[in-house]
């Protein structure tokens, strides 16, 4: 058995020994998992026979209503494919689920062979995506609201601009603050659509060349292009422009939208949700001292510029979003 050292004072192999003692004699081997944006810990359990599970921490699992719970059984009741559950331990905050192996989007399409192949799994995962999609509802509690949009941008001008960047314009970031108000207020009022809310390509795994979803617990009504932005605008995969004019027409065929309806509620949700990535980069990197994610605001800062390059009109837009991270 491999060794497991501390993180958070906790000897993570005694953990999990003590947690599965029915279990643990089958089990030869632990392997952290790199799925740790959050507060959970995750490690793959490996049996004698090879057979393998996912384990789960996470503190906040302490009864049947958990997000993650609720959740689970809506996406499943749609038909989607999510891991299965093999066991729940409230009293020890944990859970064990199926393990979907290593194929996630961003490593088969790295690995493709052309592009004709990523179109196939890129597809496949917008057809998957259509089964919550075309769920629909107006407000509830599980809804983006205006407060919550709003949120978000003032946690990205915390610790994008302010923490990152060390912007001490205080006007600047007023600005900033009053461009997204009226459009996170529009987002809001738009917010009927079923989202997963982080749908990128680490948060689908294939097995048996089925896309398989997780990271699903904060899944709640949005706009209707915010899962195919996500989706899209990855941040940590890069699409080229064909790629993504192709799989709009076939999200907006799918969903029997016209394009012109698509394509601004796309550009409304991109621009709400790349800030607020490099808000959340930045968080991560370092008030989480997480510095895997820094690598990540570069790639996102630079498409960012890239969108806003398109259009003339965009000129000012660009300069007020970005003039702090060009260090202009």
Request: one cysteine or more.
């Amino acid at each position: 058995m491999s060794e497991i050292t501390k993180k958070n004072g906790i000897l993570w192999s005694e953990k999990i020994k003590s947690c599965l003692k029915d279990e643990w004699p089958s089990f030869k081997e632990i392997i952290p998992l790199s799925l740790q944006a959050s507060g959970r810990v995750y490690f793959r359990l490996r049996k004698e026979n090879d057979e393998s599970m996912v384990l789960c921490f996470d503190e906040t699992l302490c009864d049947e209503k958990h997000s993650f719970l609720l959740q689970s059984s809506f996406f499943q009741e749609q038909g989607v494919y999510t891991p299965q559950l093999l066991k729940i331990d409230f009293k020890n905050h944990f859970y064990l689920q199926e393990d979907l192996g290593d194929e996630s989007l961003l490593v088969k399409s790295f690995l493709a062979k052309d592009e004709k192949e990523v179109d196939v799994f890129y597809k496949n995962v917008i057809d998957e995506m259509m089964k919550w999609q075309k769920i629909r509802k107006k407000g509830g509690e599980f809804s983006f609201s205006e407060e919550k949009f709003n949120e978000e941008i003032e946690k990205s001008i915390e610790f994008f601009y302010q923490n990152f960047l060390k912007v001490k314009d205080s006007g600047h970031l007023r600005e900033i603050k009053n461009f997204f108000a009226p459009l996170n207020k529009k987002l809001s009022n738009e917010s009927t659509y079923y989202t997963h809310r982080d749908f990128h390509s680490r948060n689908i795994f294939f097995k048996e060349e089925r896309p398989y979803i997780i990271d699903y617990q904060d899944a709640r009504f949005g706009p209707l292009s915010y899962d195919l932005v996500s989706l899209l605008e990855d941040s940590y995969f890069d699409l080229n422009k064909e790629q993504k004019e192709d799989y709009k027409n076939y999200f907006s065929c799918k969903m029997q939208i016209s394009q012109d309806e698509l394509d601004l509620s796309y550009r409304e949700c991109f621009l709400q949700r790349i800030v607020k990535v490099l808000g959340t980069f930045s968080f991560l990197g370092m008030r989480e001292e997480k510095r895997f994610y820094l690598q990540y605001i570069a790639f996102n800062a630079e498409k960012l510029r890239h969108f806003l390059s398109n259009k003339k009109e965009d000129k000012e837009l660009k300069e007020l979003l970005l003039r702090p991270y060009y260090g202009l």
